[in-house]
C-alpha cells in the first residue's frame, strides 16, 4: 500500500459511503424514459455476442431506432448490468452510485495533489458528492453517461499527473493514461475537453517543472486520438449525416452567435443551480437570445472579464481561481453552443464543470478558517459550513425520490415544464398500460389542446377508445390521425381491424387497398 493511501485511506472510505449514502435511496428507483430503449428494449444490450455492433452503430440502435448518439462503453455497462441484474433497476443504479463514489475519490486525490490542501479537496469532493445538481446524473439510469466518462477521463487525468514525475513506471502509467482517456471518448463524447484539461493542470501544478515542448510531446497521443475520434464521428459515426443534433434548421442551429449570446444568459441559470438548487427542473427552458445588448449578455461579458482579470491579477500568490475559470469553460465548452447539440440547457451538463464552483467555495471556508482564530467563531464557522452541506444532503435526497417510478416523474416534471409534450406522452402512454384509461384520455386531450399537430397522440387516444368499445370515437380519432400524417400506416392498420370488428366490409376495402 503506498504511503498516499495509507494516509488518506480513512478520507477515502469517508467519501465512498457518504456517496452510497446520499444516493442510497435511489435503490429501489425504477427504469424508465430513455432508460426502455437503452436497455429495456435494446437488443444489442441484452446479446453479449453482438458487442461489436456497440462500436459500429447509433446508441439506440438495438432498440431498432436511430440517433446520432455514440456511446458504446456505456452500452457495455449496461450489458454488463444486464448480464448480472436482468431488468432489475437495482443492479443499475447501484452501478451510478459506485461511479459517482469513486469520481469523488479521483477529485480528492486531483485537488489534494494540485493544491498541497487535504481540507481544500476534502471540501471539494463533499460538495461535489452531496450537491443536488448530480441528481440528474445519477438518479437517472440513462444519465450514467457523465459519471462514466468522468471516471475514466479523471483515472486517466490522475495517471497523468504521476507521468510528471517520470517515476520507473512511466511507460505503464502513459499506456493506462491513454486507454482511459479513449475509453473517456467511447462513454460520451464530452471527453474531448481532457488534453486541454491536461495542459492545464501542467501549467497549474508547481512541483514538476518540465519543458512546454515535453509536455506538448507527452500529449501528442491524446491530441491526436482526439482528432481522428472527431474525424470518425463527422464521417463514418455520424449517423444523422450532420453537425446538427436537431431534427430540423432553426435559428439557434444555423447561428454560432445566437448560440454563443444564449449561453452568455444561460451561464447566470448555471450558477444559480449550484448556488440555490431549490428548484431542479429535468426538461429546463431558456430563451434565445439574438441581440448582444442583451441585459444578461452585457452582464456576463463583465462578469467574465473581471473574473478573468482578477486571476490573472492574484495567478503569482494564488492560482486556484484562474484554474476554476479555466476548468469551468473547458468542461462547460462541449455544452456552449459552439456544437449544435439538441438542448441548450440540462442540469447533468454541470456534473463535471461544477467541480470549479465547489473548489472557489473548499477555499473561501479555508480562507476564513484561516482568517479567524478564536474558537468560537471557527465553531460558528465549521457549524454553518455543516448545516450548508446538511441542507444540501436533504434536497438530494428529496430529489432522488422525484425519480422513483415513471409517474411521479412525469407529474412533477410537468408542473415545472407544462409545454414538455413529449413528457406528457410518455405520462398518458404510462397511465395507459397501468390500466388507467381515463387519466391516459385526459392527458392525450391536453396534448391535443396544446398542440395537435402529432398523428401518434390521436392514434393512441383512439387505441384506448377501441378497447373500450366507443368504435365511433375510436374512428374519428384514426382519421384525424391520418389527415396529420396521410402515411401513419399504424392507424391504417387499427382502422382495417376496427371496420372488421363492426363488419363495416366497404370501409375495411376501402382501408385495404391503402396498406
Same mark, same amino acid.
Given at each position: 500500500?503506498?504511503?498516499?493511501?495509507?494516509?488518506? &485511506? =480513512?478520507?477515502?472510505?469517508?467519501?465512498?459511503?457518504?456517496? =452510497?449514502? @446520499?444516493?442510497?435511496?435511489?435503490?429501489?428507483?425504477?427504469?424508465?424514459?430513455?432508460?426502455?430503449?437503452?436497455?429495456?428494449?435494446?437488443?444489442?444490450?441484452?446479446?453479449?455476442?453482438?458487442? %461489436?455492433?456497440?462500436?459500429?452503430?447509433?446508441?439506440? #440502435?438495438?432498440?431498432?431506432?436511430?440517433?446520432?448518439?455514440?456511446?458504446?462503453?456505456?452500452?457495455? $455497462?449496461?450489458?454488463?448490468?444486464?448480464?448480472? *441484474?436482468?431488468?432489475?433497476?437495482?443492479?443499475?443504479?447501484?452501478?451510478?452510485?459506485?461511479?459517482?463514489?469513486?469520481?469523488?475519490?479521483?477529485?480528492?486525490?486531483?485537488?489534494? *495533489?494540485?493544491?498541497?490542501?487535504?481540507?481544500?479537496?476534502?471540501?471539494?469532493?463533499?460538495?461535489?458528492?452531496?450537491?443536488?445538481?448530480?441528481?440528474?446524473?445519477?438518479?437517472?439510469?440513462?444519465?450514467? @453517461?457523465?459519471?462514466?466518462?468522468?471516471?475514466?477521463?479523471?483515472?486517466?487525468?490522475?495517471?497523468?499527473? $504521476?507521468?510528471?514525475?517520470?517515476?520507473?513506471?512511466?511507460?505503464?502509467?502513459?499506456?493506462?493514461?491513454?486507454?482511459?482517456?479513449?475509453?473517456?471518448?467511447?462513454?460520451?463524447?464530452?471527453?474531448?475537453?481532457?488534453? #486541454?484539461?491536461?495542459?492545464?493542470?501542467?501549467?497549474?501544478?508547481?512541483?514538476?517543472?518540465?519543458?512546454?515542448?515535453?509536455?506538448?510531446?507527452?500529449?501528442?497521443?491524446?491530441?491526436? /486520438?482526439?482528432?481522428?475520434?472527431?474525424?470518425?464521428?463527422? @464521417?463514418?459515426?455520424?449517423? +444523422?449525416?450532420?453537425?446538427?443534433?436537431?431534427?430540423?434548421?432553426?435559428?439557434? $442551429?444555423?447561428?454560432?452567435?445566437?448560440?454563443?449570446?444564449?449561453?452568455? +444568459?444561460?451561464?447566470?441559470?448555471?450558477?444559480?443551480?449550484?448556488?440555490?438548487?431549490?428548484?431542479?427542473?429535468?426538461?429546463?427552458?431558456?430563451?434565445?437570445?439574438?441581440?448582444?445588448?442583451?441585459?444578461?449578455? &452585457?452582464?456576463?461579458?463583465?462578469?467574465?472579464?473581471?473574473?478573468?482579470?482578477?486571476?490573472?491579477?492574484?495567478?503569482?500568490?494564488?492560482?486556484?481561481? /484562474?484554474?476554476?475559470?479555466? *476548468?469551468?469553460?473547458?468542461?462547460?465548452?462541449?455544452?456552449?453552443?459552439?456544437?449544435?447539440?439538441?438542448?441548450? /440547457? +440540462?442540469?447533468?451538463?454541470?456534473?463535471?464543470?461544477?467541480?470549479?464552483?465547489?473548489?472557489?467555495?473548499?477555499?473561501?471556508?479555508?480562507?476564513?478558517?484561516?482568517?479567524?482564530?478564536?474558537?468560537?467563531?471557527?465553531?460558528?464557522? /465549521?457549524?454553518?459550513?455543516?448545516?450548508?452541506?446538511?441542507?444540501?444532503?436533504?434536497?438530494?435526497?428529496?430529489?432522488?425520490?422525484? *425519480?422513483?417510478?415513471?409517474?411521479?416523474?412525469?407529474?412533477?416534471?410537468?408542473?415545472? $415544464?407544462?409545454?414538455?409534450? %413529449?413528457?406528457?406522452?410518455?405520462?398518458?402512454?404510462?397511465?395507459?398500460?397501468?390500466?388507467?384509461?381515463?387519466?391516459?384520455?385526459?392527458?392525450?386531450?391536453?396534448?391535443?389542446?396544446?398542440?395537435?399537430?402529432?398523428?401518434?397522440?390521436?392514434?393512441?387516444?383512439?387505441?384506448?377508445?377501441?378497447?373500450?368499445?366507443?368504435?365511433?370515437?375510436?374512428?374519428?380519432?384514426?382519421?384525424?390521425?391520418?389527415?396529420?400524417? %396521410?402515411?401513419?400506416? =399504424?392507424?391504417?392498420?387499427?382502422?382495417?381491424?376496427?371496420?372488421?370488428?363492426?363488419?363495416?366490409?366497404?370501409? #375495411?376495402?376501402?382501408?385495404?387497398?391503402?396498406?
Amino acid at each position: 500500500m503506498s504511503k498516499s493511501l495509507k494516509r488518506n &485511506i =480513512f478520507i477515502y472510505i469517508f467519501i465512498f459511503i457518504l456517496g =452510497f449514502l @446520499t444516493y442510497v435511496n435511489i435503490l429501489s428507483n425504477k427504469l424508465f424514459y430513455d432508460d426502455e430503449e437503452l436497455i429495456y428494449q435494446n437488443y444489442y444490450v441484452q446479446n453479449p455476442r453482438l458487442l %461489436p455492433k456497440y462500436f459500429t452503430e447509433n446508441m439506440v #440502435a438495438g432498440a431498432g431506432k436511430k440517433s446520432n448518439m455514440y456511446r458504446p462503453v456505456l452500452l457495455t $455497462s449496461f450489458a454488463l448490468d444486464y448480464a448480472v *441484474w436482468k431488468n432489475n433497476p437495482l443492479g443499475y443504479h447501484l452501478t451510478s452510485i459506485i461511479l459517482h463514489a469513486a469520481n469523488g475519490i479521483f477529485i480528492f486525490i486531483f485537488i489534494n *495533489w494540485l493544491f498541497r490542501n487535504k481540507l481544500l479537496a476534502f471540501l471539494t469532493s463533499l460538495l461535489f458528492i452531496i450537491h443536488p445538481v448530480q441528481t440528474e446524473a445519477i438518479a437517472y439510469a440513462s444519465g450514467r @453517461t457523465d459519471p462514466l466518462y468522468s471516471f475514466f477521463g479523471l483515472s486517466s487525468l490522475l495517471l497523468f499527473t $504521476s507521468l510528471l514525475k517520470k517515476d520507473k513506471y512511466f511507460i505503464a502509467k502513459y499506456i493506462f493514461s491513454i486507454i482511459f482517456f479513449i475509453l473517456s471518448l467511447l462513454s460520451k463524447e464530452t471527453a474531448i475537453i481532457f488534453p #486541454a484539461i491536461f495542459l492545464l493542470t501542467y501549467f497549474t501544478q508547481k512541483e514538476y517543472k518540465t519543458s512546454v515542448k515535453k509536455i506538448l510531446l507527452i500529449l501528442m497521443p491524446f491530441i491526436v /486520438i482526439t482528432i481522428i475520434y472527431i474525424f470518425l464521428r463527422l @464521417t463514418v459515426l455520424n449517423f +444523422a449525416n450532420t453537425l446538427n443534433f436537431y431534427r430540423e434548421e432553426n435559428l439557434y $442551429s444555423q447561428n454560432l452567435l445566437v448560440r454563443l449570446l444564449t449561453f452568455f +444568459a444561460v451561464f447566470f441559470q448555471y450558477f444559480s443551480i449550484i448556488f440555490l438548487p431549490y428548484e431542479l427542473v429535468f426538461a429546463r427552458s431558456a430563451p434565445i437570445i439574438v441581440s448582444p445588448l442583451n441585459l444578461w449578455v &452585457i452582464i456576463f461579458i463583465f462578469a467574465f472579464l473581471t473574473f478573468l482579470i482578477l486571476s490573472l491579477v492574484l495567478r503569482k500568490t494564488n492560482n486556484l481561481f /484562474i484554474f476554476s475559470f479555466f *476548468w469551468f469553460f473547458i468542461c462547460i465548452f462541449p455544452v456552449s453552443g459552439i456544437i449544435p447539440i439538441n438542448n441548450i /440547457i +440540462a442540469e447533468h451538463y454541470l456534473y463535471l464543470p461544477s467541480v470549479a464552483f465547489f473548489l472557489i467555495a473548499g477555499f473561501l471556508f479555508c480562507f476564513l478558517y484561516k482568517k479567524y482564530h478564536r474558537a468560537n467563531q471557527r465553531i460558528l464557522l /465549521i457549524f454553518l459550513g455543516t448545516i450548508i452541506c446538511l441542507l444540501l444532503f436533504l434536497r438530494t435526497v428529496t430529489r432522488n425520490t422525484h *425519480w422513483h417510478d415513471p409517474i411521479t416523474f412525469y407529474i412533477i416534471s410537468l408542473k415545472q $415544464s407544462p409545454w414538455h409534450i %413529449p413528457m406528457r406522452h410518455n405520462l398518458a402512454m404510462t397511465y395507459a398500460e397501468k390500466g388507467d384509461l381515463e387519466l391516459a384520455i385526459s392527458q392525450y386531450k391536453q396534448i391535443i389542446e396544446t398542440s395537435d399537430v402529432y398523428p401518434n397522440t390521436h392514434h393512441n387516444l383512439a387505441n384506448i377508445y377501441k378497447n373500450q368499445g366507443r368504435y365511433k370515437e375510436a374512428e374519428e380519432e384514426y382519421q384525424k390521425a391520418l389527415s396529420l400524417d %396521410p402515411n401513419f400506416r =399504424f392507424s391504417y392498420v387499427e382502422l382495417l381491424d376496427l371496420y372488421q370488428k363492426t363488419g363495416e366490409k366497404d370501409k #375495411a376495402d376501402t382501408i385495404r387497398k391503402k396498406l
